[in-house]
């Protein structure tokens, strides 16, 4: 066999559970496809109920000559029902999982997942996001008055500091006023969801150190200029997202100067203190950034819990958030024998469901992050771990010596088989729904730039298309659209360059990784499988991977080659009776034979069919 498609499949879409969440004690019916070529005696379904597994036998739906379907009843006994498939075969048995067909045994880890909780809103599985850096974004004017005495002023074309003195405080002046007047270009991109990087003044360029939760920077025009941006935002039937810090305060915050200076207070519950020095307990150990804990009685009402929270507040009017994205999520209530992540995520999620029902709540967490994703908290999460690392891996420039995401290692790089296994592996901890819906990133604000791993416009194009068709949400920084560079989170946090934007091109912005930018995200709008379809890998090379993503209705088969990789031969039947291939991005050819569509192996390059 040339190809995966041979192998049975199940995922989490439509094709094979349906739409919609289930309620506790619902019976779901799960469908499993077997190719025909198959030697299954019988196809069981294995779920955990209350810890204790469960066979249930499933009954043949339907079946071609290509094909045949079986059907079993789930009930959705827990608030996570796990299951996985159980193929009878001559000669032993094989289990099939989110990591594909296996001959051995394999733990619960990786098993399929129902859950009752709900989903991101409906708007995510049409949404692509565009981060934004506010001092770095654009500038509608000077700041009124002196700068603080933390400021080290930047031209707006210089250089970002990327390690030492001065990197947290080099200060460009970029505000919210100079983005509201820059929503042309994300609209002309085609984005639809702005996501800032924190707004709350601080002692730092990146504003992680918030001195208050109850304004926006003056530096960064203050509460109006949030409402306005707000207005202007959803005047355009786009959304906005905040960032907050639920980990910690800066040192400098209202909170901590009044727990240091009576340790009677209220406010001295809200952080853990040490005997060592400086006497209370920070992230990572950075004095600057406190942590917060959240045993105080009163924190979870001032910070996440109710509308007048800090969560609450920002967003009701006239301010209207859409949603947060919350820094270090995975940290947020855990200290020693302390873990209150899971009960701070799902107070979170509640008080935002009260206010806005339909707001989304992100979470960055760099590595594995799938026991949280199950737990009823966070909507999704920053997908490093399924997505960026294994696509820097194998896209990474031969030549590069960067470092990989904080690891004492340079990027290495890798094979397809290894990129697909990692993608795979993570993906298959969490429910498809939170699948559908992580933010799938090609670099970030705490990232070396996209451009600057892989080296050339070419390779930049192949990890958009992965971008753009992947299951998930596509999350793109800023400026990324244009190849900017940058060799680490804080040199890249580059200003936008809008001289050569403004001008279609130029020394610093790369008006054709623009184009590429644009083309693919208008691909992806047009395309219903391509934003809410299952996902099926059809080739996995060292050079080469294809995949499907189908719905009820549509099926899309995506190719993306890093090289020149010998073609394969897919089965006929995927393309719709009487229909012809329809090329949606890419170009390239796919031979229609009798018995079998030949997908070419010139490569490299992007190639995105519409089959059905």
Do not use: C
């Amino acid at each position: 066999m040339s190809h995966l498609l041979g192998l049975p499949h199940h995922d989490g879409s439509e094709v094979y559970v349906g739409r919609g969440t289930p309620s506790l004690g619902q019976v779901v019916p799960v469908r499993i496809r077997v190719p025909a070529a198959g030697a299954e005696r019988a196809v069981w379904v294995r779920t955990v109920r209350d810890g204790e597994p469960r066979l249930v036998e499933a009954r043949m739906a339907r079946s071609d000559e290509h094909e045949r379907w079986y059907v079993a009843d789930v009930p959705v006994h827990n608030p996570v029902t796990s299951y996985r498939v159980l193929l009878d075969e001559p000669g032993g048995y094989r289990w099939l999982n989110g990591r594909g067909v296996h001959d051995r045994d394999v733990p619960d880890a990786a098993d399929f997942r129902l859950t009752v909780h709900d989903p991101a809103p409906a708007w995510m599985d049409t949404s692509v996001v565009y981060q934004v850096f506010p001092d770095r974004f654009a500038r509608a004017g000077s700041p009124d008055g002196p700068l603080p005495d933390w400021a080290l002023p930047a031209r707006w074309d210089d250089e970002p500091i990327g390690g030492g003195p001065g990197t947290a405080t080099q200060f460009f002046g970029g505000d919210l006023p100079g983005i509201e007047a820059r929503l042309d270009h994300l609209e002309r991109l085609g984005v639809d969801t702005l996501y800032l990087t924190p707004v709350f003044p601080g002692r730092s360029n990146h504003r992680y150190d918030a001195s208050t939760f109850d304004h926006v920077d003056p530096l960064l025009g203050g509460d109006e200029a949030l409402a306005s941006l707000s207005r202007a935002v959803h005047r355009r039937g786009m959304r906005i997202l905040g960032d907050l810090t639920t980990n910690h305060t800066g040192a400098g915050h209202e909170w901590f100067a009044r727990a240091q200076g009576d340790r009677a207070s209220e406010e001295a519950e809200f952080y853990y203190w040490s005997e060592d020095d400086p006497g209370y307990v920070s992230w990572l150990e950075h004095a600057s950034l406190p942590k917060l804990n959240y045993n105080a009685p009163s924190l979870a009402a001032r910070m996440v819990q109710g509308p007048d929270s800090v969560i609450g507040r920002w967003l009701g009017a006239p301010y209207s958030l859409d949603g947060w994205r919350i820094d270090v999520a995975n940290m947020t209530g855990r200290y020693a024998d302390d873990d209150l992540t899971h009960l701070v995520a799902r107070t979170i999620r509640a008080t935002m469901r009260d206010i806005n029902p339909d707001a989304v709540l992100v979470a960055e967490h760099f590595h594995d992050a799938g026991l949280d994703l199950a737990a009823g908290g966070w909507h999704a999460n920053m997908n490093y771990s399924a997505f960026t690392r294994p696509v820097w891996t194998w896209l990474v420039d031969p030549g590069s010596a960067l470092g990989f995401l904080g690891m004492p290692v340079p990027i290495p790089r890798r094979d397809g088989e290894s990129m697909v296994a990692t993608m795979r592996d993570f993906d298959s901890t969490v429910p498809w729904n939170v699948t559908t819906h992580q933010w799938n990133m090609l670099g970030s604000h705490d990232t070396a730039r996209l451009r600057t791993v892989v080296g050339t416009r070419e390779r930049v194009e192949l990890a958009a298309g992965l971008l753009f068709t992947y299951p998930g949400t596509p999350a793109m920084f800023a400026g990324d659209e244009g190849g900017l560079t940058g060799t680490n989170g804080e040199h890249s946090r580059v200003a936008m360059p809008w001289r050569d934007i403004d001008a279609g091109g130029g020394p610093r912005w790369d008006a054709g990784t623009f184009d590429i930018y644009r083309s693919l995200i208008a691909v992806r709008r047009g395309s219903r499988a391509l934003r809410e379809g299952g996902m099926r890998w059809a080739v996995v090379r060292p050079d080469a991977v294809a995949y499907l993503r189908e719905t009820l209705d549509e099926r899309v088969l995506v190719v993306v080659a890093r090289g020149p990789w010998e073609g394969v031969d897919l089965p006929r039947h995927l393309l719709a009776p009487g229909a012809l291939p329809e090329n949606l991005y890419g170009g390239g050819d796919l031979e229609v034979g009798t018995d079998a569509l030949r997908v070419g192996g010139d490569g490299p390059g992007v190639q995105v069919w519409r089959l059905a």
